[in-house]
């Protein structure tokens, strides 16, 4: 089993970077790809729907950041990315953080601000750290909650 701190822990290392590569390095059309994710996640209807777009904005972020390996990596963790972030749901307002966060993002990408995207980042991770001790998924410092 794979600990929910395990997993922020690899979403940190790996994200951030690719926030801040995405902002350097993305193209025009790959910024329209982001911000189309984006707009999928705001139509969401059920929170499986919203994970599932949650999830494609991340992927389409890593692809954005220019790395193959790292996207490849990214899509490999899709299972527990998508139990991971469906624990959140069930928490008042976590739809609109998340869409508000991710706005941020894209809004740092479009202007090649990679300082900014990185900092919106950890900002949307800490906050999803925050969620997952919130709905009792773990308690703060826990290592023992996971995923299969």
Do not use: C
Not at 56 to 66: K, M, P, W
Not at 91 to 108: C, F, K, Y
């Amino acid at each position: 089993m794979i600990s929910l701190p395990e997993l922020m822990e690899t979403r940190r290392l790996m994200e951030i970077h690719n926030a801040g590569m995405a902002a350097q390095r993305a193209t025009p059309e790959a910024i329209e790809a982001l911000a189309g994710a984006l707009e999928r996640q705001r139509r969401s209807a059920g929170p499986l729907e919203l994970v599932e777009t949650d999830v494609r904005f991340h992927e389409i972020l890593s692809q954005a950041a220019g790395n193959k390996v790292l996207a490849m990596l990214l899509s490999s963790l899709r299972p527990l990315l998508m139990e991971g972030m469906f624990l959140g749901t069930v928490l008042e307002g976590s739809r609109e953080a998340a869409i508000r966060e991710h706005s941020a993002i894209v809004g740092a990408v479009r202007i090649r601000d990679a300082d900014a995207a990185r900092s919106h980042m950890v900002d949307h991770l800490e906050r999803s750290y925050r969620e997952w001790e919130e709905a009792g998924y773990l308690t703060s410092g826990s290592s023992d909650a996971g995923i299969d």
